[in-house]
């Protein structure tokens, strides 16, 4: 569930920014360290502004880091599928995915 919860939380920050991140130097040092709940919880300011969605998302990434019950990280898992599909969808273009169609306007 680490690797699920730290997916998520790259691939919407940024994998520069993660990588330069006091975050992650707390995994390596201690990827059981409790304090990286609150580290995780620290990236949730969007534009100088604390985002509810960032906040809601960062709780569930640590919900889902420190749990290994279902149960528990519903959420968490419910974010990770839609990141998924997400991305698939941004994969593809509009005209890629119409080219083969020709509309017709009804007057």
Wanted: net charge negative; glycine share 6%; proline share 2%.
């Amino acid at each position: 569930m680490q690797f699920d919860a730290l997916t998520s939380f790259t691939y919407n920050l940024g994998s520069d920014a993660f990588g330069e991140s006091t975050l992650l130097k707390m995994l390596k040092d201690n990827p059981n360290d409790s304090s990286i709940r609150d580290e995780l919880k620290k990236w949730v300011y969007g534009g100088g502004t604390k985002l509810p969605g960032l906040v809601r998302r960062r709780e569930a990434e640590a919900d889902l880091y420190y749990h290994d019950d279902d149960d528990h990280v519903g959420y968490a898992r419910n974010i990770i599928f839609a990141l998924f599909f997400m991305y698939l969808i941004s994969l593809f273009s509009f005209d890629v995915l119409f080219s083969s169609y020709s509309f017709k306007l009804i007057s």
